[in-house]
């Protein structure tokens, strides 16, 4: 468990997620789960892991997405260091790596 988690993580919110059928049921949960900004955010935050692993620079994630200096920074170093989940979830939806 990451340790700047504070408490134990609950496996059912995972378990939720994994019951859904398609994405519209997954838009569905996630909006009702999230505030519009949170999902904005995490689209934002995918978008730029997809546009890194294809091998584009910061300017043109910049240009493509609108997101932050930051934010491509934070998500560069999550493909870098992660756990592996955005490698894993590309190769399984066919993002190809340039």
Not at 5 to 10: C, G, I
Not at 18 to 35: A, G, I, M, R, Y
Request: aromatic residues 8%; proline residues 1%.
């Amino acid at each position: 468990m990451n340790k700047l988690l504070k408490k134990p993580r609950n496996d059912k919110l995972y378990e939720a997620i994994l019951s859904l059928n398609s994405v519209e049921e997954c838009k569905q949960f996630l909006e009702d789960l999230c505030s519009i900004s949170e999902l904005m955010a995490m689209e934002q935050r995918y978008q730029v892991a997809s546009c890194l692993y294809k091998g584009m620079i910061y300017n043109d994630i910049l240009a493509e997405t609108g997101a932050s200096s930051a934010t491509i920074s934070r998500v560069n170093r999550s493909l870098q260091y992660g756990k592996g989940g955005y490698e894993l979830v590309f190769n399984r939806v066919g993002e190809k790596k340039e």
